[in-house]
């Protein structure tokens, strides 16, 4: 009766609040449709090009089965980093090249295919959901904050904070769930000659012919695609009916109240509710506020870390097919937020950003994605950039798999050696 009696009441609830949201849409008509139209904008110039070929190749490397070959070699390197298959270097991968919400697709579909357990996919989630080194270096560093340094800055904060969370996580769940280690079909000694017949064996289990994989590939991605977009558009109108009805200023009075006792500028309350809506607009108004530098790129540095409940929602809907929680995926959001700002502040103590700018900029082309032409920037440019980044931490991260993989089996032998 009280679940029932609490279903109504968060029925009613939602029910008001589409009628009161619907309502100012009448009252500020030109406003939420030139808000639709600038999120809608955003979609069509920056996240379409950048996640529609990832979508479309992660999904023929799922059906030609190369992922879960490529998941054994990366097994030495995952599991006793961050208690999950191989497979998930994969997602961590396509999640840092593409950015948001990739590695939830990735994650959702291995649950799917039954290539991770619930918890598994739930620690995935933890860490590997990352936004993509062009977007800090281009829009965020480049473009609002007018400072290539500060990219080197935001990016390292991130991903340490990222890897931080995804040591935190290894240890989630391990009483609820066991997780099975390395697919126990194929016997050779070789990791390499298992990676090879474990694709064979799952491209067999697939049986689409390359044309159907292709037609379906580009079919679920496109789908996926439109779903994001809506978000996005809906997501931009509501912060700004938010915006014009003044409910933002009411909401953000106790934020305004921590920031006094804290001493952080007035000014940062607004883009602070802003990023917790929506990434794009929390960061640029809180590049655009006439606030202290590293107050500014420590709320960035924490706003891109939470990512904002636009890019939550697409989580969650990507996940309705699948079991995996969201509460998990909420507190490594939150963790890594905190993380973030809290190393953020560090590293900027420490001067860091001018340090590693240098060797950013040698392989992103920040240049190239300055306040005027990122939105405008070529697809395939932005295509190229982000595959070329895929194929590198890829790569990396196999050698590094190896490389462990070969360390433990040398030990296995001197061990055997000694006795």
């Given at each position: 009766?009280?679940?029932?009696?609490?279903?109504?009441?968060?029925?009613?609830?939602?029910?008001?609040?589409?009628?009161?949201?619907?309502?100012?849409?009448?009252?500020?008509?030109?406003?939420?449709?030139?808000?639709?139209?600038?999120?809608?904008?955003?979609?069509?110039?920056?996240?379409?090009?950048?996640?529609?070929?990832?979508?479309?190749?992660?999904?023929?490397?799922?059906?030609?089965?190369?992922?879960?070959?490529?998941?054994i070699?990366?097994?030495?390197?995952?599991?006793?980093?961050?208690?999950?298959?191989?497979?998930?270097?994969?997602?961590?991968?396509?999640?840092?090249?593409?950015?948001?919400?990739?590695?939830?697709?990735?994650?959702?579909?291995?649950?799917?295919?039954?290539?991770?357990?619930?918890?598994?996919?739930?620690?995935?989630?933890?860490?590997?959901?990352?936004?993509?080194?062009?977007?800090?270096?281009?829009a965020?560093?480049?473009?609002?904050?007018?400072?290539?340094?500060?990219?080197?800055?935001?990016?390292?904060?991130?991903?340490?904070?990222?890897?931080?969370?995804g040591?935190?996580?290894?240890?989630?769940?391990?009483?609820?769930?066991?997780?099975?280690?390395?697919?126990?079909s194929?016997?050779?000694?070789?990791?390499?000659?298992?990676?090879?017949?474990?694709?064979?064996?799952?491209?067999?289990?697939?049986?689409?012919?390359?044309?159907?994989?292709?037609?379906?590939?580009?079919?679920?991605?496109?789908?996926?695609?439109?779903?994001?977009?809506?978000?996005?558009?809906?997501?931009?109108?509501?912060?700004?009916?938010?915006?014009?009805?003044?409910?933002?200023?009411?909401?953000?009075?106790?934020v305004?109240?921590?920031?006094?006792?804290?001493?952080?500028?007035?000014?940062?309350?607004?883009p602070t509710?802003?990023?917790?809506?929506?990434?794009?607009?929390?960061?640029?108004?809180?590049a655009?506020?006439?606030?202290?530098?590293?107050?500014?790129?420590?709320l960035?540095?924490?706003?891109?870390?939470?990512?904002?409940?636009?890019?939550?929602?697409?989580?969650a809907?990507?996940?309705?097919?699948t079991?995996i929680?969201?509460?998990?995926y909420?507190?490594?959001?939150?963790?890594?937020?905190?993380?973030?700002?809290?190393?953020?502040?560090?590293?900027?103590?420490?001067?860091?950003?001018?340090?590693?700018?240098?060797?950013?900029?040698?392989?992103?082309?920040?240049?190239?994605?300055?306040?005027a032409?990122?939105?405008?920037?070529?697809?395939?440019?932005?295509?190229?950039?982000?595959?070329?980044?895929?194929?590198?931490?890829i790569?990396?991260?196999?050698?590094?798999?190896?490389?462990?993989?070969?360390?433990?089996?040398i030990?296995?032998?001197?061990?055997?050696?000694t006795?």
């Amino acid at each position: 009766m009280t679940q029932s009696r609490n279903s109504r009441w968060s029925t009613a609830g939602l029910g008001l609040m589409v009628v009161v949201f619907t309502l100012a849409l009448v009252v500020f008509p030109k406003q939420g449709f030139e808000a639709g139209i600038s999120g809608l904008r955003v979609f069509w110039d920056i996240v379409f090009p950048s996640l529609l070929p990832f979508f479309i190749l992660s999904e023929l490397m799922l059906g030609l089965g190369i992922v879960r070959g490529v998941g054994i070699l990366l097994e030495p390197l995952m599991r006793p980093l961050f208690s999950v298959p191989g497979i998930g270097a994969f997602a961590l991968s396509m999640g840092l090249a593409a950015g948001y919400p990739m590695d939830a697709v990735i994650t959702a579909r291995f649950r799917e295919n039954g290539l991770c357990t619930r918890i598994e996919g739930e620690r995935l989630l933890a860490f590997t959901n990352t936004a993509d080194p062009l977007f800090m270096f281009g829009a965020v560093a480049v473009g609002m904050l007018k400072s290539p340094e500060l990219g080197a800055l935001l990016a390292l904060a991130h991903y340490i904070s990222a890897f931080l969370v995804g040591i935190a996580f290894k240890f989630w769940g391990r009483n609820q769930e066991s997780t099975p280690k390395e697919p126990r079909s194929i016997s050779a000694p070789n990791i390499f000659v298992r990676a090879y017949f474990e694709m064979l064996k799952a491209r067999e289990e697939d049986a689409r012919p390359f044309g159907k994989l292709l037609g379906n590939a580009v079919t679920e991605s496109i789908q996926t695609l439109l779903m994001i977009c809506g978000f996005i558009v809906f997501f931009a109108v509501l912060i700004e009916i938010l915006h014009l009805s003044g409910l933002m200023a009411v909401f953000g009075w106790p934020v305004g109240v921590v920031y006094h006792l804290f001493g952080v500028h007035q000014g940062l309350v607004n883009p602070t509710l802003a990023g917790f809506l929506e990434i794009d607009i929390g960061s640029a108004q809180t590049a655009a506020m006439a606030a202290p530098l590293l107050q500014k790129v420590a709320l960035i540095s924490g706003i891109i870390a939470w990512s904002g409940l636009a890019v939550h929602a697409q989580v969650a809907s990507v996940l309705t097919q699948t079991d995996i929680r969201m509460t998990p995926y909420f507190l490594a959001r939150f963790l890594h937020a905190v993380l973030a700002a809290g190393i953020t502040v560090i590293l900027f103590g420490l001067g860091v950003g001018k340090a590693v700018s240098h060797t950013f900029a040698s392989v992103i082309p920040v240049n190239a994605f300055s306040q005027a032409n990122y939105p405008a920037s070529h697809w395939w440019q932005m295509m190229e950039n982000s595959l070329s980044l895929w194929l590198s931490v890829i790569g990396i991260l196999v050698v590094l798999s190896i490389l462990f993989y070969l360390v433990r089996r040398i030990r296995i032998i001197v061990f055997r050696a000694t006795l």
